[in-house]
């Protein structure tokens, strides 16, 4: 397969395809220059967003988005692994440890309810349950694995079978945009995840607000996402990685270019670590900050929805001011 490219060979065709000016035009000047328009422009009374470097209209970035994930589908695990270097699985290890979900208190004697948004091929949902069951003895927690597409939807299904989840009350399928969950009641869940995705939603501030509106007070939110990298020595070796070779291992693996060089821009486009905690605050949520991950590659983002007691203190605080 595919997937037997040797470390030497792939090195040997990015050097052939990915001359140094190539690189420098791409890290230097190139955000600039990738910014510029390539395709049509939608007209300017249109509301917009982006679409990795590219301006589009609001409604195809939806439909844009779903075109590239269900490119991919099929090889998402695969090539995660082999962009990452198998670091993701470490990401969302931690992320998973520092949720520590399914512990038991007098005021849930039950398991936790969870929703994994955009959880595509189940990799974060899988964890958690596993998580709750083996490491905290709560067989009892359930999860709603929650994505936009049906082709990555179908992926996790079919890795389900491989674990004793497969068919059990504990894990359930939804097909839904994050922007509206109007089937999960408000005030249901416990544990609100998302793991690299979010920055793929047209209307992040949105999905956030669906996010609070659907955990119980003192529920929780946890976001695993690309970020900033703070040391610029770092960023510019980083930078060089993604954007240089993740589109040609794309090219390479699978022969798509051009979801991969999305999924590099769209971090990019992705708020920084402070820009984001505000807008988790925006929705509602009391932030403890973030814990960046990998110098910044990746950071993950808690929030708690406030108590309601909280919540009515806070806004009689903003009354008396
Ligand atoms: C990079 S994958 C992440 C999958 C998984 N969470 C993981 O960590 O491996 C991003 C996922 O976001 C989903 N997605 C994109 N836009 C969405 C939206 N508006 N609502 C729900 N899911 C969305 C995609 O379909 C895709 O499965």
Redesign the pocket.
């Known amino acids: 397969m595919a997937l037997r490219i040797s470390a030497r060979q792939f090195l040997r065709s990015a050097r052939r395809s990915y001359p140094e000016c190539h690189c420098i035009r791409q890290f230097s000047s190139t955000v600039q220059q990738a910014v510029e328009p390539t395709q049509p422009q939608p007209p300017l009374n249109e509301r917009t967003t982006h679409f990795g470097f590219e301006t589009v209209a609001e409604a195809q970035k939806?439909q844009r988005?779903?075109g590239v994930?269900s490119n991919i589908?099929a090889s998402?695990d695969a090539m995660?692994d082999f962009m990452s270097l198998g670091i993701?699985r470490l990401w969302?290890d931690h992320f998973v440890r520092s949720i520590n979900p399914g512990t038991t208190n007098p005021t849930n004697p039950q398991g936790w309810k969870m929703l994994?948004?955009?959880?595509?091929?189940g990799?974060?949902a899988f964890r958690l349950l596993d998580h709750s069951t083996l490491i905290n003895c709560n067989p009892a927690s359930k999860i709603i694995v929650?994505?936009?597409?049906p082709e990555?939807l179908d992926e996790g299904r079919k890795r389900s079978l491989k674990t004793s989840y497969a068919n059990s009350p504990r894990l359930e399928f939804l097909l839904?945009?994050?922007?509206n969950l109007s089937e999960i009641p408000d005030n249901s869940i416990d544990l609100y995840t998302?793991?690299?995705?979010i920055r793929?939603?047209?209307n992040k501030q949105k999905?956030l607000g669906e996010a609070y509106r659907v955990l119980k007070p003192g529920g929780v939110f946890a976001c695993?996402e690309f970020s900033g990298v703070t040391n610029p020595v770092f960023n510019a070796v980083y930078k060089r990685w993604s954007f240089g070779a993740i589109p040609l291992i794309g090219q390479l693996v699978v022969g798509d270019r051009d979801s991969y060089q999305y999924?590099v821009e769209s971090i990019e486009r992705f708020p920084r670590q402070e820009e984001f905690r505000g807008m988790i605050e925006k929705a509602g949520f009391a932030t403890p900050g973030w814990e960046d991950l990998t110098g910044g590659i990746a950071a993950v983002h808690k929030g708690v929805k406030p108590l309601v007691s909280d919540a009515v203190e806070a806004a009689a605080r903003r009354v008396e001011v």
């Open positions: 939806e988005v779903a994930f589908a998402y995660n993701h969302k994994d948004i955009a959880g595509g091929t990799d974060i929650s994505d936009i597409n990555m839904a945009n994050a922007e998302v793991a690299f995705g793929n939603f047209t999905a695993l999924l």
